[in-house]
C-alpha cells in the first residue's frame, strides 16, 4: 500500500512563499505521473500541476508562472514551490500519485493565504 505524507502547509500573507512536500512511501523512479491537486470546501478538486513520467509538466492557468513541480528520485519526494501567493490560492493541497492505472492520495495539507 502506497502512503503519501504531505508538509510544508500554513499561513502566509500574499506575495509570500510556501514549499509543499509529498513524501511517497515507495520509489517514484516508475511511476505514471505524481502531482497537486487543491479543493476549496464546498467546491470541486482543482488540479493545480503534474509532474509525469517523463518528466514533463503541466499546470492550471491559475498558477502558470508563480508555481513550480519538481521531483527528487532519490527522496522519493515530490515539491511544490509557490511563489507570490494570492488570497485565492487558499485551499487544503492534496497529493497524488498514479501508479500502474491506480491512484493514492495524501492527507491533504492546509494553505492559507491573508491578504
Known amino acids: 500500500q502506497v502512503q503519501l505524507v504531505e508538509s510544508g502547509g500554513g499561513l502566509v500573507q500574499a506575495g509570500e512563499s510556501l514549499r509543499l512536500s509529498c513524501a511517497a512511501s515507495g520509489s517514484i523512479s516508475s511511476i505514471d505521473s505524481m502531482g497537486w491537486y487543491r479543493q476549496v470546501s464546498g467546491k470541486q478538486r482543482e488540479l493545480v500541476a503534474v509532474?509525469?513520467?517523463?518528466?514533463?509538466?503541466s499546470y492550471a492557468d491559475s498558477v502558470k508562472g508563480r508555481f513550480t513541480i519538481s521531483r527528487d528520485n532519490a527522496k522519493n519526494t515530490v515539491y511544490l514551490q509557490m511563489n507570490s501567493l494570492k488570497p485565492e490560492d487558499t485551499a487544503v493541497y492534496y497529493c497524488?500519485?498514479?501508479?500502474?492505472?491506480?491512484?493514492?492520495w495524501g492527507q491533504g495539507t492546509q494553505v492559507t493565504v491573508s491578504s
Open positions: 509532474i509525469r513520467s517523463g518528466g514533463s509538466r
Open positions: 497524488y500519485e498514479l501508479r500502474a492505472g491506480v491512484t493514492y
